[in-house]
């Protein structure tokens, strides 16, 4: 619109920034490190109130210090009652993100019966377990929910049966979740690539720790963009995802792999 002399340019109504939360109130599980602390700091910045949630209390107070709105909360999403207990210390939700997970090296034959049954409590009955006690707090707000997949959940990745598994799983429950409350709440998924995180550097020193760099570097070219991604690339997708600019997005798994499964 033209203004001519004269008038007041106050009158005009202030443009709201994008991308904003503010009121929201979020909870990120795994949240006191790698994607969930950087989407922790993410949704701040865009003016949530957040609830750390992780199974390392010391850590989740840690981050909550330095946001300006935040409270820490200790929870093992593995257990049921953990998790009741602690959905329960809230009394409203905007916005929920299943970030918590662990990984696992092995083909099928080398994967033991307990480390496979451990690797699915914690990257999908948590995911059950979390989302089932949220839900009341999500219809009544119409709120959101971003899941932390995997490209793994794509494509089979060698070594990686028990994990690629796990977030198949991830995938399928975020659609059936779309289908069953489309018009109430909206569910997505973010499919990450390799990101440089603790994750990552633990596994290296765990399994390749006389050839991390080699291996490193392996990382690194099957993502053609040539670099490993880091946790904001990640969270910044999960916050356009909780805003209502992302309004028609609902059942949708968005890859964030610097092309790894396009190629």
Same mark, same amino acid.
């Given at each position: ?7 007041? *340019? ?10 904003? %939360?503010?009121?929201?109130? &979020?909870?990120?599980?795994?949240? #006191?490190?790698?994607?969930? &602390? ?5 949704? /701040? ?15 989740? *107070? ?6 300006? @709105? ?34 696992? !090296?092995?083909?099928?034959? =080398? ?9 699915? =409590?914690?990257?999908? $009955? ?11 707090? %999500?219809?009544? /707000? ?26 198949? &799983? !991830?995938? #399928?429950?975020?659609? @059936?979740?779309?289908?069953?409350? +489309?018009?109430? %709440? $909206? ?10 995180? +603790? ?16 291996? $490193? ?10 670099? %490993? ?9 999960? $916050? ?6 992302? #309004? ?16």
């Amino acid at each position: 619109m033209r203004l001519d002399a004269g008038e007041n *340019v106050e009158a005009l109504p202030e443009k709201r920034a994008p991308y904003r %939360l503010d009121g929201k109130i &979020a909870l990120v599980t795994g949240g #006191a490190s790698g994607i969930g &602390a950087a989407t922790c700091r993410a949704l /701040s910045d865009a003016g949530a109130f957040i609830v750390v949630a992780d199974i390392n209390g010391t850590a989740a *107070v840690e981050l909550a210090k330095t946001l300006p @709105q935040a409270e820490p909360l200790e929870m093992n999403v593995a257990d049921a009652v953990s998790v009741r207990a602690g959905i329960a210390t809230i009394k409203t939700l905007d916005i929920l993100i299943n970030n918590a997970g662990i990984g696992l !090296v092995g083909d099928i034959l =080398s994967t033991a019966e307990e480390d496979f049954d451990r690797l699915m =409590s914690v990257n999908v $009955r948590s995911l059950y377990l979390v989302t089932r006690a949220a839900l009341p707090y %999500l219809l009544a /707000s119409r709120g959101c929910i971003v899941n932390i997949g995997s490209v793994a959940g794509f494509v089979g990745v060698k070594q990686r049966f028990a994990y690629c598994a796990s977030k198949g &799983a !991830v995938l #399928a429950m975020t659609r @059936q979740l779309a289908v069953d409350y +489309p018009k109430e %709440l $909206r569910v997505n998924c973010v499919a990450p690539g390799t990101v440089d995180t +603790p994750f990552v550097h633990g596994y290296l020193e765990r399994f390749h720790s006389h050839e991390k760099e080699k291996v $490193r570097m392996d990382l690194i070219a099957r993502q053609p963009i040539g670099r %490993l991604g880091v946790p904001e690339d990640v969270a910044q997708l999960v $916050r356009f995802l909780c805003s209502t600019e992302a #309004a028609f997005i609902n059942g949708a798994i968005l890859p964030i792999d610097g092309g790894w499964t396009a190629a």
